[in-house]
């Protein structure tokens, strides 16, 4: 996968305290693939495409230790998209936004809200699904900051369950 390609393009050998994270998010609507779009009118017609509709956001996230150990998993989150203006969509356009975002969006965009609602994990949407790295982390042995005793930081009852990822 993209996520795994982007770690091993990271030379070696690594420190030992060092790990490698990698991730990659794509966007899927109607057995239809959205990565970043190209040009202000690749990212007009993602926008149309989604808006109104579900779609899932798929981030792959790889960690790499300096002894070569691996870990991976996908995360999944449904988002349900607003059905926006065509005004709208032009005006965050023009505002540059859409150009290094899967599926030409943001959900944390306060002035364009394009979704809906969410079912999953937010920061997964965002990009970088937290809770996922944090699990990687932990599952290489890599101490991992808690907030509470027993949790992984940053908190995400949704990233810790079992439906969330699936890890290599």
């Not at 040009?39 to 790889?62: C, E, F, N």
């Not at 505002?95 to 809200?113: N, S």
């Amino acid at each position: 996968n993209v996520a795994a390609a982007k770690g091993r393009a990271v030379p070696g050998p690594l420190p030992s305290h060092e790990v490698v994270l990698s991730a990659d998010t794509l966007v899927v609507a109607d057995g239809e693939v959205f990565g970043k779009p190209h040009d202000p009118a690749a990212a007009a017609s993602m926008l149309r495409a989604l808006r109104g509709k579900p779609h899932l956001v798929l981030t792959g996230v790889t960690l790499r230790t300096s002894s070569q150990q691996a870990w991976g998993a996908v995360v999944s989150t449904r988002v349900q998209m607003r059905a926006y203006s065509p005004a709208e969509i032009d005006a965050y356009v023009a505002r540059g936004e859409p150009f290094d975002k899967a599926g030409g969006y943001a959900i944390q965009d306060t002035l364009f809200r394009p979704v809906e609602r969410i079912d999953g994990c937010f920061v997964n949407v965002v990009g970088l699904p937290l809770c996922a790295v944090a699990a990687g982390l932990a599952a290489l042995g890599t101490s991992v900051p808690t907030r509470h005793e027993g949790d992984l930081a940053p908190p995400c009852e949704y990233c810790r369950s079992d439906d969330s990822m699936v890890t290599d």
